[in-house]
């Protein structure tokens, strides 16, 4: 009880502080700070994941801070909440230019659609971007987009590691369910792009995200005897796709999956039953316990799973904090690199010389042509066992 | 035929729904000329609560609903305390605006109330889903469906054998001769929100079972349940189950056979449509308000 008054507090003072900007307005920077801007939606109907990505991104903040800084400069941060309202977005991102002297913004209001508003704008500045936002439009192509960047997986990458996985399991009939966002569109593109090559069947029957019943869909799916049924969403609606799956197919050995928006502890369980053996694509971060020890990844993700859980009173982070917590480190890495000069120019070059930078998320190796940095290799395919992620058989 | 009773049992189960939220809109509407768009959120409010209490304080399901049916009726009185008493607000379009005002922040509190965070409910009939001619439902649709048809029976009761039900079909046709006769316009109105919000919290812990609940949970479901009650005629108990059932059925179709991606569109062109052709609706009067 006591926590949920606390988160309530928390909440409320949260959304008081995002109607004034966190920071004073004024040049900002100075000699010992470095102005990070930050836009994520928690409040809106993208909250629920817009709040664990400001939870993400100020562990990083905090934890940067306390251990000196950047070169001694510590980071200023200013945080907007755009509510998932596009052209809120694009006043609080000049607001967080002109006024609050913001030099290097991290975190595209949680919505690709805000992400590819704001790209144009902190371009047009000569600011570097770092988005967490998932359309590969946000970054390509990266000629267009020389100061932006994000630490998101665009779906090609999932897309091919599934694909991997399918062969591996002789899957050649697959059905698809992507919901009507762009999140599952693009999805539906490059996956119907990229099966037939690889001789594998595609069945598509798109939902809309706020559908409280896919059992039509499914079962007209089911019309084709696919071997797997995917999903492709953020949304709660995936919940009952899997209830719907297993109900509709009760008496079939078939293989249920969700795409990498979908990998939540929450969701499963609130699947119940229904999400017993969910296959799913995602980063390792979820399985980072059952990783071997020569993962290079490992140290980074203990490290940030036990400290978020530790701030957060005992909450899991997902990979949405772990996509804003790497966005901001990859920031800091890069000022380090340029001996904190936020020159647009300079930051851009950074990213794209940092070499191989270990995430939380997955390894990032940014260059000139590829502003996103992960491949199929950082993409891990797990299971829900009924109660927690693990690697898949 | 197997997908056609599989889209007909889709468009009940959710039309189940729509209809007694349909419902909420039509005693409002009724008592008070005015169109309440915080039904959805009454909606949201039940089925969230609902499953708050149940997932997060262990409280066991039949007492979280009826929690949660209580709660969702004092917010139905603070709403009427907000738009008639504190607010003063008399006219219908006057209330129906304020409305709109009241939903955002409902919304708003549910959403630092809950955190953000998602919320399941099983169904008080398990989760083993019935095979019924090739096709599979959960059971929940049945008790839906039931519990649609409860309500719509006991509000057809309610409205023309009970002294409160009549009065308050007089205020809806002439609330200042009603006010004459002594019956304070205040005093219809509370009970018309109280059932409304009662309603809403119904459909909302039938809807929980089917999905996950969220504070986003209620707003779409509001505008659909109002194009139900459009469909059927505002007002009418019988056209809220038809137009609720139908738009349902409509929906599942058009998911089922055509492109799922415009299922969604369907609530809204049915409510184009009724309001060009037929804006008294399939069931509807010249006086929407008689029942």
Same mark, same amino acid.
């Given at each position: 009880m006591r926590k949920k008054i606390l988160a309530l507090l928390a909440g409320s003072a949260l959304l008081a502080s995002s109607a004034c900007g966190l920071g004073?307005?004024?040049?900002?920077?100075?000699?010992?700070?470095?102005?990070?801007?930050?836009?994520? =939606?928690? =409040?809106?109907?993208?909250?629920?994941?817009?709040?664990?990505?400001?939870?993400?991104?100020?562990?990083?903040?905090?934890?940067?801070?306390?251990?000196?800084?950047?070169?001694?400069k510590k980071i200023k941060w200013v945080f907007y909440d755009p509510a998932g309202d596009t052209s809120t977005a694009v006043q609080q991102t000049n607001r967080m230019l002109d006024s609050d002297g913001v030099e290097l913004v991290v975190g595209g209001g949680g919505s690709s659609g805000i992400a590819l508003a704001m790209d144009p704008i902190t371009s047009g500045k000569g600011i570097t971007f770092i988005a967490t936002e998932g359309a590969r439009q946000i970054v390509e192509p990266a000629a267009e987009h020389r100061l932006t960047f994000k630490t998101t997986f665009n779906d090609t990458v999932m897309i091919e590691k599934l694909i991997e996985y399918w062969k591996a399991k002789d899957v050649t009939r697959v059905a698809f369910m992507?919901?009507?966002?762009?999140?599952?569109? =693009?999805?539906?593109?490059?996956?119907?792009?990229?099966?037939?090559?690889?001789?594998?069947?595609?069945?598509?029957?798109?939902?809309?995200?706020?559908a409280n019943d896919l059992t039509p869909q499914v079962k007209r799916l089911a019309g084709n005897d696919p071997q797997a049924y995917l999903a492709w969403t953020i949304q709660p609606s995936g919940v009952t796709f899997l209830k719907n799956v297993r109900s509709v197919l009760a008496d079939r050995d078939v293989m249920v999956m969700h795409g990498f928006g979908f990998v939540d502890d929450r969701y499963m369980q609130q699947a119940g039953a229904a999400a017993e053996g969910t296959i799913l694509v995602s980063p390792k971060l979820p399985i980072w316990d059952k990783t071997e020890d020569s993962d290079q990844q490992k140290a980074a993700m203990e490290d940030f799973?036990?400290?978020y859980a530790e701030k957060y009173a005992g909450e899991q982070p997902n990979v949405y904090a772990g996509q804003a917590y790497d966005a901001m480190m990859v920031a800091v890495e890069a000022l380090r690199a340029t001996g904190g000069d936020p020159d647009g120019e300079k930051v851009a070059k950074a990213i794209e010389g940092l070499g191989s930078h270990v995430g939380v998320t997955g390894v990032f190796?940014?260059?000139?042509?590829?502003?996103?940095?992960?491949?199929?290799?950082?993409?891990?395919?797990?299971?829900?066992?009924? =109660?927690?992620?693990?690697?898949?058989? | 035929m197997d997908l056609f009773i599989q889209v007909l049992l889709s468009g009940l189960s959710v039309g189940a729904i729509y209809a007694i939220v349909a419902l909420g809109f039509g005693v409002i509407f009724n008592a008070t000329g005015a169109i309440n768009f915080v039904q959805g959120e009454y909606v949201m409010v039940g089925g969230l609560s609902a499953a708050m209490l149940y997932e997060a304080w262990d409280v066991p399901i039949f007492v979280a609903i009826l929690v949660a049916i209580a709660v969702t009726t004092v917010l139905g009185l603070l709403t009427e305390m907000g738009l008639l008493g504190f607010g003063r607000l008399r006219t219908p379009a006057a209330i129906t605006i304020a409305t709109i005002a009241i939903a955002v922040i409902v919304k708003g509190a549910a959403m630092l109330i809950s955190v953000r965070d998602t919320y399941a409910l099983p169904s008080v009939l398990g989760s083993e889903s019935l095979q019924i001619l090739g096709a599979s439902t959960s059971r929940q649709t049945i008790l839906n469906l039931v519990l649609a048809v409860l309500v719509v029976?006991?509000?057809?009761?309610?409205?023309?054998?009970?002294?409160l039900g009549t009065t308050l079909r007089a205020a809806a046709g002439d609330s200042e001769t009603l006010q004459t006769f002594g019956v304070s316009y205040r005093t219809t109105a509370r009970w018309a929100f109280v059932i409304?919000?009662?309603?809403?919290?119904?459909?909302?812990?039938?809807?929980?079972?089917?999905?996950?609940? %969220?504070?986003? %949970?209620?707003?779409?479901?509001? $505008?659909?349940?109002?194009?139900?009650?459009? $469909?059927?005629? $505002?007002g009418n108990p019988q056209g809220a189950l038809a137009g609720g059932l139908l738009l349902g059925v409509a929906e599942a179709v058009v998911a089922g056979y055509g492109t799922s991606a415009y299922a969604d569109v369907v609530?809204?062109?049915?409510?184009?449509?009724?309001?060009?052709?037929?804006?008294?609706?399939?069931?509807?009067?010249?006086?929407?308000?008689?029942?």
């Open positions: 004073s307005s004024g040049a900002g920077g100075g000699d010992d700070t470095i102005t990070i801007g930050t836009l994520f =939606s928690v =409040s809106g109907a993208g909250a629920k994941l817009g709040d664990k990505m400001r939870k993400g991104a100020e562990l990083a903040v905090e934890k940067v801070n306390s251990q000196g800084g950047i070169d001694g992507p919901d009507t966002s762009s999140f599952g569109q =693009s999805a539906q593109e490059e996956l119907e792009r990229l099966a037939p090559e690889a001789g594998i069947k595609v069945f598509t029957a798109a939902f809309d995200p706020a799973a036990t400290s190796k940014f260059t000139p042509d590829d502003h996103s940095g992960l491949t199929a290799d950082d993409v891990a395919v797990v299971q829900w066992d009924g =109660s927690r992620f693990v690697p898949a058989e | 029976i006991a509000l057809t009761l309610f409205f023309r054998r009970t002294k409304a919000a009662a309603l809403g919290a119904v459909a909302g812990a039938g809807l929980a079972p089917l999905t996950v609940m %969220s504070f986003d %949970s209620g707003t779409l479901l509001g $505008l659909k349940g109002f194009a139900a009650a459009m $469909l059927g005629g $505002l609530a809204f062109v049915v409510l184009l449509a009724i309001l060009t052709f037929k804006p008294t609706g399939m069931f509807g009067t010249a006086r929407a308000v008689r029942t």
